[in-house]
């Protein structure tokens, strides 16, 4: 057990039914035994109480009862931190918790740092460093699909899929330093084989999970996404339809919107931020030159565009001119106000139905109108863009105009193996590093360079996988790391 014992308010701060004030460390009971007076006639005190059970009282301090309470009392090793752990449950007021936590400050305990009780459970070898970053995921989930992932990532999916992989670089590791100790005999053409082809098989291995990254990205911290298109083509109208609450201001009058609108949206299990965009150019005031230099920074951090055309209005230079601008960009064209007449120059009975299907966009040219192939591929090198029919007014096409969006940034299928294993960008690159120290082991074994060599990277592998989990690992990393928690978690 780490020396002093740590308490911190574990609710978020504001007003609610209740408040938990949770306490860890060595010294919990005898610090809840001076600020908490257990009531009725079968009382116990806490530091008396079988571990796991429930009880009423009262808070205290100097003698003077702040708040009623219940408390609960869990025992090491069976708690969250693997010490012994008093959770107080007091009224929710912004007051009341302050002091109850005050009351059991002053018995005692020191105010836990960020991410403190996550640390101790590290410590303590309760969670794998991956298990712990698993539990900030999980707090930070927008839509189920994250919850998933981060759960399954807690429940220790990735950590013993790494644990397997070290275990057997680090048998490898043994082999080859075996050989190093007696020079004499040289590694046998047949050895040789089995240790290479396990190296390949780890490194391959590595690969697999190194692709789950961006999925992975994608289920922490959402895509971004801009809405761009002339005025009053229907961008803040699209916007509404994907949160499916009225967010932006929709209006007739060109240049409603002046700032930039960003709301997080769940399309099809992804967390999607939906940016609307004031106009991209002829600011006619201040204001709007402002909106539009912020719309011009949004639009270079988007991942993707949709680009809102009014269809039932001839195609215009602004919009020639933003399907030219952003052909690096991947984007989805949405044809919008399907519900009016379409326009007379605008080809749009060259769209079919419902053609949201990237691929099926891209291969069959004759899905789009030749003048957007034109103004959004003029070096045609670039596939044509997947495009969307829809209605901001009636809803129609809405939900595949999700499809496409979901297509657009999740390469492959949402699989459940998958979820188990979305790696976060720290995993990343330690998995990177181990590529790339794995690569020159192979190298090293398949060029008959010395076995010191190969043995060397060997070891620089194991150790940056061993980081995943924190069997390497520094204080620096772990300061990193739960310094991103909240104070209580
Ligand atoms: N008929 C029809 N009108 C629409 C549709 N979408 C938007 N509008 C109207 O077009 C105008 C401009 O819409 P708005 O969303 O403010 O466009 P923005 O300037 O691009 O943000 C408003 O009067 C909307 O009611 C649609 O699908 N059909
Ligand atoms: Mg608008």
Same mark, same amino acid.
């Given at each position: 057990?780490?020396?002093?014992?740590?308490?911190?308010?574990?609710?978020?701060? @504001? #007003?609610?039914?209740?408040?938990?004030?949770?306490?860890?460390? /060595?010294?919990?009971?005898?610090?809840?035994? %001076?600020?908490?007076?257990?009531?009725?006639?079968?009382?116990?005190?806490?530091?008396?109480?079988?571990?796991?059970?429930?009880h009423f009282?009262?808070?205290?301090?100097?003698?003077?009862?702040?708040?009623?309470?219940?408390?609960?009392?869990?025992? /090491?090793?069976?708690?969250?931190?693997?010490?012994?752990?008093? #959770?107080?449950?007091?009224? @929710?007021?912004?007051?009341?918790?302050?002091? !109850?936590?005050?009351?059991?400050?002053?018995?005692?305990?020191?105010?836990?740092?960020?991410?403190?009780?996550? %640390? %101790?459970?590290?410590?303590?070898?309760?969670?794998?460093l991956a298990q712990a970053e698993a539990v900030l995921d999980l707090i930070q989930s927008r839509t189920e699909l994250a919850l998933r992932a981060a759960n399954e990532q807690l429940a220790g999916k990735l950590s013993q899929?790494?644990?397997?992989?070290?275990?057997?670089?680090?048998?490898?590791?043994?082999?080859?330093?075996?050989?190093?100790?007696?020079?004499?005999?040289?590694?046998?053409?047949?050895?040789? @084989?089995?240790?290479?082809a396990r190296l390949r098989s780890g490194h391959a291995f590595i690969g697999e999970l190194l692709r789950t990254a961006n999925e992975g990205q994608i289920l922490r911290r959402g895509m971004r996404a801009a809405i761009i298109g002339r005025p009053n083509a229907g961008k803040s109208s699209l916007l509404n339809q994907l949160l499916g609450h009225d967010r932006a201001i929709v209006s007739a009058i060109p240049g409603t919107t002046r700032d930039t609108i960003?709301?997080?949206?769940?399309?099809?299990?992804?967390?999607?931020?939906?940016?609307?965009?004031?106009?991209?150019?002829?600011?006619?005031?201040?204001? #709007?030159?402002?909106?539009?230099?912020?719309?011009?920074?949004?639009?270079?951090?988007?991942?993707?565009?949709?680009? !809102?055309?009014?269809?039932?209005?001839?195609?215009?230079?602004?919009? #020639?001119?933003?399907?030219?601008?952003?052909? @690096?960009?991947?984007?989805?064209?949405?044809?919008n106000k399907i519900d009016l007449p379409e326009a007379g120059n605008l080809p749009v009975n060259d769209f079919p139905a419902q053609n949201t299907n990237p691929t099926a966009a891209s291969s069959s040219t004759g899905a789009i109108p030749s003048s957007l192939i034109r103004a959004g591929d003029r070096q045609g090198k670039q596939p044509a863009p997947p495009v969307a029919r829809v209605s901001c007014l009636t809803g129609e096409g809405i939900e595949s105009l999700k499809d496409a969006i979901k297509n657009l940034v999740w390469s492959g299928e949402i699989k459940a193996e998958m979820l188990e294993v979305m790696?976060?960008?720290?995993?990343?690159?330690?998995?990177?590093?181990?590529a790339a120290a794995t690569s020159r082991t192979i190298d090293a074994l398949v060029d008959g360079l010395t076995l010191e060599l190969a043995a060397l990277d060997l070891r620089i592998a194991v150790n940056a996988i061993g980081e995943i989990v924190g069997q390497t690992t520094t204080e620096d990393l772990l300061d990193r790391i739960f310094s991103q928690f909240c104070i209580g978690k």
């Open positions: 057990m780490l020396e002093d014992t740590i308490a911190a308010i574990a609710t978020p701060l @504001g #007003e609610g039914g209740l408040a938990v004030i949770r306490i860890s460390g /060595a010294q919990t009971f005898e610090i809840a035994d %001076r600020c908490f007076a257990p009531a009725g006639a079968a009382a116990t005190k806490l530091s008396e109480a079988p571990t796991h059970t429930l009282g009262h808070v205290q301090r100097n003698g003077q009862t702040l708040d009623e309470a219940i408390a609960a009392v869990m025992r /090491a090793p069976r708690t969250f931190t693997r010490e012994h752990v008093v #959770e107080i449950t007091c009224h @929710g007021g912004l007051l009341t918790s302050k002091l !109850v936590l005050d009351a059991v400050l002053a018995s005692g305990a020191r105010l836990a740092e960020p991410g403190e009780f996550s %640390r %101790r459970a590290f410590l303590n070898g309760r969670i794998d899929r790494i644990y397997r992989l070290r275990d057997q670089m680090i048998e490898t590791l043994a082999h080859i330093e075996a050989h190093i100790d007696f020079p004499e005999e040289d590694i046998a053409p047949d050895t040789r @084989g089995q240790l290479l960003e709301e997080t949206a769940n399309i099809r299990g992804l967390p999607v931020i939906f940016i609307d965009t004031a106009g991209l150019d002829e600011a006619r005031d201040e204001i #709007e030159a402002e909106g539009i230099r912020r719309s011009r920074q949004s639009l270079q951090q988007a991942e993707f565009i949709l680009h !809102v055309f009014d269809a039932s209005q001839a195609l215009t230079e602004t919009d #020639e001119k933003y399907l030219a601008e952003f052909t @690096g960009k991947k984007r989805i064209l949405v044809l790696i976060n960008s720290r995993h990343q690159d330690a998995l990177s590093r181990a």
